[in-house]
T-cell receptor, first 114, second 110 residues
Framework: NAGVTQTPKFQVLKTGQSMTLQCAQDMNHEYMSWYRQDPGMGLRLIHYSVGAGITDQGEVPNGYNVSRSTTEDFPLRLLSAAPSQTSVYFC?????????????FGPGTRLTVT | GQQVMQIPQYQHVQEGEDFTTYCNSSTTLSNIQWYKQRPGGHPVFLIQLVKSGEVKKQKRLTFQFGEAKKNSSLHITATQTTDVGTYFCAGQAAGNKLTFGGGTRVLVKP
């Protein structure tokens, strides 16, 4: 099993550009989420999904869109990149029959917006 | 909204010594999880606590969930250089959101 994969590993964008960060998992997990981690900070939840076709906002959703058309994939779209979105983005997945259990994180995407 | 605070933010430890990091939530939690992130890496799950007053051990690591289910602690004994990294707690209250604390960055002096 590859676990949670994220592409790209690194990305540089100019202000105003849009792009999609890819996330895929092969563990058949229902729960998937996106976090951002700013230097020296904790992880802040952007969006999450409890299953295909179901998404919801986390604590910092503005400027980001998500969709969940399959169990495996959970892409994060930056609509119009801003310097404040420079961060490391982590995708995570976990089984969630009732609560949130162990989360498996991908290796992250390091995004710089100039 | 729910807030999760961790103290201390930084922990400088002499190799071989013990230390404790604390996690406090503004709301009652259904469960709390602990993760470790090595420098340049991604968070890796350590443990989950669900019951009030629960205590779990993993070798030199002891995790505790408070009676009121609003706080937790991680105690590491005989610190080793392999313990270097940032330790995060993450709590789930109502709903399907996991809220992370700011982390405790552990530096070990040999």
């Amino acid at each position: 099993n590859a676990g949670v994969t994220q592409t790209p590993k690194f990305q540089v964008l100019k202000t105003g550009q849009s792009m999609t960060l890819q996330c895929a998992q092969d563990m058949n997990h229902e729960y998937m989420s996106w976090y951002r981690q700013d230097p020296g900070m904790g992880l802040r939840l952007i969006h999450y999904s409890v299953g295909a076709g179901i998404t919801d906002q986390g604590e910092v959703p503005n400027g980001y869109n998500v969709s969940r058309s399959t169990t495996e994939d959970f892409p994060l779209r930056l609509l119009s990149a801003a310097p404040s979105q420079t961060s490391v983005y982590f995708c995570a997945s976990g089984a969630s029959p009732r609560g949130i259990y162990e989360q498996y994180f991908g290796p992250g995407t390091r995004l710089t917006v100039t | 909204g729910q807030q999760v605070m961790q103290i201390p933010q930084y922990q400088h430890v002499q190799e071989g010594e013990d230390f404790t990091t604390y996690c406090n939530s503004s709301t009652t939690l259904s469960n709390i999880q602990w993760y470790k992130q090595r420098p340049g890496g991604h968070p890796v799950f350590l443990i989950q606590l669900v019951k009030s007053g629960e205590v779990k051990k993993q070798k030199r690591l002891t995790f505790q969930f408070g009676e009121a289910k609003k706080n937790s602690s991680l105690h590491i004994t005989a610190t080793q250089t392999t313990d270097v990294g940032t330790y995060f707690c993450a709590g789930q209250a109502a709903g399907n959101k996991l809220t992370f604390g700011g982390g405790t960055r552990v530096l070990v002096k040999p």
